[in-house]
């Protein structure tokens, strides 16, 4: 069975109705009583309710559970009890995460996570299967690459509550790029560059998106950028926080952002991110300067990331997974996210 922890948030509703369309009943968790309880009605399936502050409490609710989908954020704080919760009960561990952090706490896992026989795969979202496996698709182009740079940007689409909070949890954090094989801190939009998404040329800004954890384990490139896209406005802003990082690190600027947050819609409509695209670009380079473009083209986040994180537990359930800490292309290759539909990859 499939345990959904988080199944009241936005993007929880998004896997609660694409497990349905699968033919899947997970198990539907979380701590807000009220609110597991009406999805569970309203949707005819199990509910557990219980909190990640108690160790035991977390055990006693993954009883029974081959996989648990965890989309409760934000995950720096939230992620480490659940992933202990999972190897303490042999639970295959799923999450939407895109924090490096979170990333490099969870691959801390990996040999306790062999040893209980489980998955540990954080990044079973938007963030990061469909540039992860872009990233190992270029490593296969160019098997002598040491340079791997992404980038991604979203048309029509918009943000969630619980990524503007995980926005806001980091804001002051810097950027970070992987350097020589280290992962490496550096400002806020250091670099901005203009990439050909093939539809469309877009300015993207430098920021520290999951791949620069990620991507190193799966291709052994040592040095990663990743870039989003951005209009001219929004990365003077990005370079500006640079110098006021500690003001926006307070929880007095935290606080009153998510409040504001709070007041704003879940997330954007049904009928929005059906009209959504995100596009995906991705280069590597070798020493002597050979280099290879691939595109990927994929339905919006949210709407690919309740797609991908279900076809990952599909995976699960019949028993196809690797026991450890795991990236998506690692676990199923570079052309997972062709099995996916409305994905589709162009080499350049």
Not at 11 to 39: F, H, M, S, W, Y
Not at 53 to 70: F, Q, R, S, T
Not at 180 to 191: C, D, F, S, T, W
Not at 251 to 265: A, D, H, I, T, W
Request: overall charge positive.
């Amino acid at each position: 069975m499939i345990l959904l922890y988080g199944a009241n948030g936005y993007t929880g509703k998004l896997i609660i109705q694409r497990c349905l369309e699968k033919g899947l009943k997970p198990v539907l968790a979380g701590r807000n009583a009220d609110e597991i309880r009406q999805l569970s009605t309203q949707h005819g399936l199990e509910h557990r309710i219980f909190g990640l502050d108690n160790p035991d409490e977390i055990v006693k609710g993954l009883e029974g559970m081959k996989a648990v989908i965890h989309a409760a954020g934000p995950f720096k704080f939230t992620s480490k009890p659940m992933v202990e919760g999972c190897l303490k009960t042999r639970t295959n561990y799923l999450d939407i995460t895109g924090e490096i952090e979170i990333f490099e706490m969870c691959a801390a896992y990996d040999k306790a996570a062999k040893n209980a026989g489980a998955m540990v795969m954080p990044g079973s979202g938007f963030d990061v299967v469909p540039s992860d496996c872009l990233a190992a698709h270029l490593k296969k182009r160019l098997p002598d690459a040491d340079t791997l740079q992404l980038a991604f940007a979203g048309l029509g689409g918009g943000v969630s509550r619980g990524t503007a909070k995980t926005v806001i949890e980091n804001l002051g954090m810097g950027g970070a790029v992987r350097k020589n094989g280290k992962i490496v801190l550096v400002p806020n939009a250091h670099k901005t560059m203009e990439v050909d998404f093939g539809d469309a040329k877009m300015l993207c800004a430098c920021i520290p998106w999951g791949d620069v954890a990620t991507a190193w384990r799966s291709t052994g490139i040592p040095n990663i950028e990743v870039y989003t896209g951005v209009n001219k406005k929004m990365a003077r802003g990005m370079k500006m926080s640079n110098y006021f990082g500690w003001l926006l690190g307070t929880s007095l600027v935290r606080n009153f952002l998510k409040k504001r947050v709070e007041s704003g819609p879940p997330g954007p409509s049904d009928e929005r991110r059906k009209k959504a695209k995100s596009y995906m670009w991705g280069k590597v380079s070798n020493p002597s300067g050979k280099s290879c473009v691939s595109l990927l083209y994929t339905p919006e986040g949210y709407t690919l990331t309740a797609m991908t994180a279900v076809a990952c537990a599909q995976k699960i359930l019949a028993g196809n997974f690797k026991a450890g800490y795991q990236t998506p292309s690692m676990a199923y290759g570079a052309d997972f996210i062709l099995e996916v539909e409305g994905c589709v990859r162009k080499d350049v």
